[in-house]
């Protein structure tokens, strides 16, 4: 490819609302152009990274025995009705009607039509193991689209779903699926961390995150630096403490602590560690009848350590919170503490509540929490002495740094990912629900066993850019540049001997299958720097008059420092060498 056939339209300055580097690099490089809140056209430079994507999650899909299909980005609502996505979704869910006042679905993800795919071409235990793969638009009504690519409304993404005749038949092909995308994501180049994450309300241990390491990430990934353990915020287990309780030596004393609400400056006030202080958060759950009408309320006072926070994912895990919990109202916070929020506690309600204590809280003795009066707190509070002893002991809270490794084999540390990836293991939920079923050895019917595999094209290149970026731009590892060589000469139009050089240099490495652009387009030395440094090509080769009379050209890979002089007569196979080992052939 030659720059001047090409669209090369590079900015100096980013859009006001790009808020991250990769939106800002992006859109400075020509590669997306906003059209909507979270709508983008791919521009040439941005789709080549695309397709690179899209080329090596498919080679890789195909080579673990996966089959490609295209599955409709417009859905009949019946399929999503039968499993009750279409009510229970939320806003996210895109909602059309036809000419006719039929409902359809704008997809923002497959399992309802892949599983009536194979509720259909299925039958027999025969034709099983199959998995299914499409890489396709998808569309989610996110409420603040932000990003850019990193959390767009449209987007692409590969979706694959498996089937099998039973668990242990889809618990092979779940481990297929996530060897696969090791595979994956090594050949990309990045730095990556496979991390256990929460299985939601299906249940189970298989379930993993793949999350590209990049100091902006959203997610938080916990993991031991002495061992394998990795896992999600929501997942990682806060194990409880090996000390006992101490014994109480403090007397239960009711202390002014005026205008005092938190567990943080409660501690500064009392010139306490905030490590002896209690959090008391209060949720409430509602019963309802046929009618959906609210027949009882529970509310429910849960207790962790003053420096702790609150995990939902896990207290969503409790028994009796599992089916759903809200924050309490101030009114039903008042009825059954008799005080408002910042000094409440679990000494003396006004009415009975359910209490849920953390693990550290547990074996806490000698405590400080709100004494359910304004201004308000207890200290020296002990369990069996001031209150019962703890019925129901929970992990609640978030790991924090320097936390015991739940395999024993270390502290835990905490560093920042962005997700582009998810293996999970679905069982029969939608099997069962659309009645997809298959005959057994036996002639019965049994439900099919799914997972489903989802990796985030068009997110996968604003991640890479997250990790791999400088102060001029992007750097992009070799599989996923939009050009893996450019060729610069130093105007050729002046020169016969620069022009025939460059010209000589890019037709060797276009036949030997080098991605290769060369810039014909007559800009200055500065300004042709500045586009590809921006635009992030890894390789660079530059052509001057007066190199060559030294019979020298100069190579600068995206990250050196400076250029490296290599002789004419060498540069060809000096590139191929460098292009092998950034590949690691």
Request: proline residues 5%; hydrophobic residues 40%.
């Amino acid at each position: 490819m030659k720059a001047s056939q090409f669209l090369i339209s590079t900015l100096k300055e980013a859009p006001s609302d790009a808020e991250v580097v990769s939106h800002q690099l992006m859109t400075r490089a020509g590669m997306i152009k906003k059209l909507g809140a979270g709508i983008y056209s791919y521009m040439p430079m941005g789709l080549r990274v695309i397709r690179k994507v899209e080329a090596i999650v498919r080679e890789e899909m195909n080579r673990a025995g996966a089959i490609e299909v295209a599955m409709p980005v417009v859905q009949p609502a019946e399929l999503w009705q039968e499993t009750g996505r279409f009510d229970k979704m939320g806003p996210e869910l895109l909602r059309i009607k036809d000419r006719h006042e039929r409902d359809y679905v704008v997809q923002p993800t497959s399992e309802e039509v892949v599983t009536d795919i194979a509720r259909q071409e299925f039958r027999s235990y025969k034709q099983l193991p199959k998995n299914l793969y499409q890489i396709q638009t998808k569309f989610r009504d996110e409420r603040r689209p932000r990003f850019g690519l990193m959390r767009g409304r449209e987007f692409t993404m590969k979706d694959a779903y498996s089937f099998d005749r039973d668990q242990d038949a889809a618990k092979a092909s779940y481990q297929v699926m996530a060897q696969a995308y090791r595979k994956i994501f090594d050949r990309f180049g990045l730095t990556y961390r496979a991390v256990a994450a929460d299985s939601g309300a299906i249940g189970g241990d298989l379930s993993e995150e793949f999350q590209v390491i990049a100091a902006t990430g959203e997610d938080a990934i916990v993991y031991c630096p002495d061992s394998d353990y990795a896992a999600n915020m929501e997942k990682a287990e806060a194990l409880a403490p090996q000390a006992p309780r101490k014994d109480a030596s403090l007397a239960l004393v009711k202390t002014l602590t005026p205008g005092k609400s938190t567990c943080a400056d409660v501690a500064e006030y009392l010139q306490l560690p905030l490590q002896n202080s209690v959090k008391s958060l209060v949720l409430a759950t509602e019963q309802t009848n046929e009618q959906g009408e609210i027949v009882k309320t529970q509310v429910w006072l849960l207790l962790l350590r003053g420096d702790h926070s609150m995990n939902e994912i896990k207290v969503g895990k409790v028994p009796g919170l599992d089916n759903g919990f809200r924050f309490a109202t101030l009114e039903e916070i008042d009825a059954h503490f008799g005080c408002l929020p910042g000094y409440l506690g679990p000494v003396q309600t006004k009415l009975p509540v359910k209490l849920v204590v953390d693990r550290e809280v547990a074996v806490m003795s000698d405590w400080v929490c709100g004494a359910n009066e304004a201004d308000y707190h207890y200290t020296g509070a002990n369990w069996g002495r001031d209150l019962p002893e703890p019925d129901l002991i929970a992990d609640l809270r978030n790991i924090v740094e320097g936390d015991p490794s739940p395999d024993g084999k270390g502290l835990l540390a905490i560093e920042r990912g962005i997700e582009i990836g998810h293996v999970f293991y679905l069982g029969t939920k939608y099997s069962r629900a659309m009645n997809a079923t298959f005959l057994d050895v036996n002639g019965k019917p049994q439900f099919m066993e799914m997972g489903c595999y989802g990796i985030g094209i068009t997110r996968l290149p604003a991640a890479a850019i997250e990790q791999n970026h400088d102060a001029r731009g992007i750097i992009w590892p070799d599989a996923l540049a939009p050009f893996t060589v450019v060729v610069c000469p130093i105007s050729p139009d002046r020169s016969p001997d620069v022009k025939a050089a460059a010209d000589k240099l890019y037709a060797e490495l276009l036949a030997a299958g080098v991605d290769v652009i060369l810039d014909d387009r007559g800009e200055r030395p500065g300004a042709m720097f500045a586009d590809w440094e921006l635009i992030g090509v890894p390789h660079r080769v530059t052509v001057g008059d007066k190199g060559l009379k030294d019979g020298q050209v100069e190579y600068q890979h995206r990250r050196d420092a400076a250029a490296t002089k290599v002789a004419v007569a060498e540069v060809f196979a000096f590139v191929q060498s460098r292009l092998g080992a950034s590949t690691g052939v």
